[in-house]
């Protein structure tokens, strides 16, 4: 029995179909069928029953999924436990955000892959929240404020944003001045969040109301410099908008606290030793851009006798402790 079978096997059942297990895996669904027979044939027994809308577990199937999932994890630990120490293998199945993702977190996942030439890494780029559970993921990166959830998280980082607004949209409905007025304004947002706002210490939270949503940062952005509303935005996608004039600051009195950067995970005791080292180089990675960032403000003031202004230390995305 082969335990690349057992693997194919979980991912079928867990993910309802051969086909959407075969979009997991990056492999065909030609594939998996023969990896589901050859497995079947071993056991002498039908695992799962096709039909038109996929693959069901059969009460034999239902019964062999758990054992099969606990033979492949302990197969697991045991190839890490016999390879040299720090080195990984098996497979790694993160969800990452499409905004920043591609840009900030994708080359940290290469070098994972560049110092572990045993472990098999596969990433999915999205905005859309998923349900790393139910999709079969190992773990997921988040970008923003946290909602409550039976999840792990572990956070690696902050990540800075403004409201901001074109001065066609100002000039033709003026600028909110106090939070309260952040209501009779069309908000740029994801769904439905909430946005919070710094008064002094205190943080106010404000539930806007607008007609434009979209699961993606430079999309709210293409909104608001269209004229469309105001948009909370992390730094990295607006510095530039903001520079040229294309794209003002809304409500500076009352900024947003810094958002999160987390390594999200399903609930367990312990996270697999590849999540920890996945969250381990992400806090060094953030770490090495904070001390970057340090750097080259420290040489700015020393040729300068003007310090550059905050928002302009703050231009680039800053996702760091």
Not at 146 to 165: M, Q
Request: charged content about 20%.
């Amino acid at each position: 029995m082969d335990i690349e079978d057992l693997r194919i096997f979980v991912e079928v059942a867990d993910a309802g179909g051969v086909s959407s297990a075969a979009r997991r895996l990056g492999v065909s669904k030609s594939i998996v069928s023969r990896s589901l027979a050859r497995l079947e044939e071993d056991l002498g027994v039908q695992l799962l029953a096709r039909t038109t809308r996929g693959a069901a577990l059969t009460e034999a199937g239902s019964t062999f999924r758990d054992h099969a999932a606990k033979a492949c994890a302990e197969i697991d630990l045991a190839r890490e436990t016999i390879l040299p120490a720090g080195h990984l293998c098996g497979r790694l199945r993160v969800a990452v955000p499409l905004t920043f993702g591609p840009t900030h977190l994708a080359p940290v996942l290469a070098d994972m892959a560049r110092r572990h030439p045993q472990l098999h890494v596969y990433t999915s780029y999205t905005d859309r929240f998923v349900d790393i559970v139910g999709e079969g993921f190992d773990c997921a990166i988040r970008i923003g404020y946290l909602e409550d959830s039976n999840l792990i998280a572990r956070r690696v980082g902050p990540i800075y944003g403004k409201l901001v607004a074109s001065p066609d949209y100002i000039a033709a409905h003026g600028s909110p001045e106090s939070p309260d007025e952040l209501i009779a304004h069309q908000a740029l947002m994801q769904g439905t969040e909430a946005w919070q706002l710094m008064d002094g210490d205190k943080i106010i939270t404000v539930r806007p109301q607008g007609r434009f949503k979209a699961d993606n940062g430079t999309a709210l952005a293409a909104a608001a410099l269209a004229g469309l509303g105001i948009a909370w935005i992390p730094d990295g996608i607006t510095h530039e908008y903001l520079a040229s004039g294309a794209l003002v600051p809304v409500l500076t009195r009352y900024p947003p606290p810094p958002a999160g950067v987390y390594v999200i995970r399903p609930p367990g005791h312990l996270p697999a030793r590849k999540i920890r080292v996945l969250t381990d180089m992400l806090i060094e990675c953030f770490n090495q851009a904070r001390n970057a960032d340090s750097a080259n403000l420290s040489a700015r003031t020393d040729h300068s006798s003007t310090p550059a202004p905050l928002e302009g230390r703050r231009a680039r995305s800053r996702i760091d402790p």
